[in-house]
């Protein structure tokens, strides 16, 4: 069944593979959605901005993103501290259930790069 944000409920995990954070800005509405409100009061104190409470807060949550390198998670992890002040449960894993083979095309930076080769996220508890 799809989530519904006006039904007053929501996921209990959220999983977003190969995301790219730092990579694209669009994620910031629905990085506010998924963030802790001290997280989003952090950012709303450090850009002046009103930061509408849109976000759905009955029950503890996992947010977890995977990444195709070590340093894609690195920065993700660098980007949410630094906007949303978010430390990470989990930083840079291996993930288990990667894509086995290397990806040559990402390879520019020569680390190990696979498709949702690396998992990193948090855990709200509420």
Known sequence: MPYNVEDGQRPLVVLCPNAGLPAYPTWGPTLELLLPQSAVNTH????????QDRRIRRTPMAV??????????????????????MELAVRQEVNPFRQPLWCY???GNALPSYSNGFVYGWYDGV
């Open 44 to 51: 709303a104190a450090k850009t002046q901005v009103q930061v």
């Open 105 to 107: 095309e990402r390879a």
């Open 64 to 85: 977890m993103f995977t990444g195709y390198n070590e340093e894609e998670c690195v920065r993700s992890g660098q980007m949410l501290y630094g906007m949303y002040g």
